[in-house]
T-cell receptor, first 111, second 116 residues
Framework: TQLLEQSPQFLSIQEGENLTVYCNSS?????LQWYRQEPGEGPVLLVT???GGEVKKLKRLTFQFGDARKDSSLHITAAQPGDTGLYLC???????????WGLGTSLAVNP | DTEVTQTPKHLVMGMTNKKSLKCEQH?????MYWYKQKAKKPPELMFV???????INESVPSRFSPECPNSSLLNLHLHALQPEDSALYLC???????????????FGPGTRLTVL
């Protein structure tokens, strides 16, 4: 059973388009992280959300944590080829140091 | 310094070899992690060290042996691996519970391991 459902799994868009990636669960998370990973490299932390309803912006990326802390979204405005990569969400249940991972969204932004 | 470093970047080993992966962080973090990642999959947790003590072992085969010599260093000793152990091995670190209320993990660049 996948505790954190991430969608879509694959996304191929043209430069300049907008997109949204979703992570959904029936579990309540104490925090949720979004990472971006390039092939052969480690995940890079983009943002951590901890408060229900929280919205954080990182340039053209907007992250939202659901009011009930069960879901999160990542919205990219005017995507650029440099945004290409694997986007991963990971949530923490309780405080046992283990992250629950989504399966990832592989994004390709074509020039 | 907000970086986690890992060496080597690439490693090729035979099934009878013994090798070690190394990880270092200088962020003052007291929790360190080993993950295994297969292509196009999320990282799978292997081990967690907290204050230099092993706190989580996710039923990892004994051919993988972790070691935490001090709060900045984490090693993963490899022996008698199988071809299916070929993967990207990632190290991560995070602050201890007293310093942060949430588990924000910072990853190294990984070691690409190939077992022949």
């Amino acid at each position: 059973t996948q505790l954190l459902e991430q969608s879509p799994q694959f996304l191929s868009i043209q430069e300049g388009e907008n997109l949204t990636v979703y992570c959904n669960s029936s579990s309540v998370f104490s925090s949720l992280q979004w990472y971006r990973q390039e092939p052969g490299e480690g995940p890079v932390l983009l943002v951590t959300v901890v408060t229900g309803g929280e919205v954080k912006k990182l340039k053209r990326l907007t992250f939202q944590f659901g009011d009930a802390r069960k879901d999160s979204s990542l919205h990219i405005t005017a995507a650029q080829p440099g945004d290409t990569g694997l986007y991963l969400c990971a949530g923490e249940l309780g405080n046992n140091r283990k992250l629950i991972w989504g399966l990832g969204t592989s994004l390709a932004v074509n020039p | 310094d907000t970086e986690v470093t890992q060496t080597p970047k690439h490693l090729v080993m035979g099934m009878t070899n013994k090798k070690s992966l190394k990880c270092e962080q200088h962020m003052g973090h007291r929790a360190m992690y080993w993950y295994k990642q297969k292509a196009k999959k999320p990282p799978e947790l292997m081990f967690v060290y907290s204050y230099e003590k092993l706190s989580i072992n996710e039923s990892v085969p004994s051919r993988f042996s972790p070691e935490c010599p001090n709060s900045s260093l984490l090693n993963l000793h490899l022996h008698a691996l199988q071809p299916e152990d070929s993967a990207l091995y990632l190290c991560a670190s995070s602050q201890d519970r007293g310093a942060a209320v949430y588990n924000e993990q910072f990853f190294g660049p990984g070691t690409r391991l190939t077992v022949l």
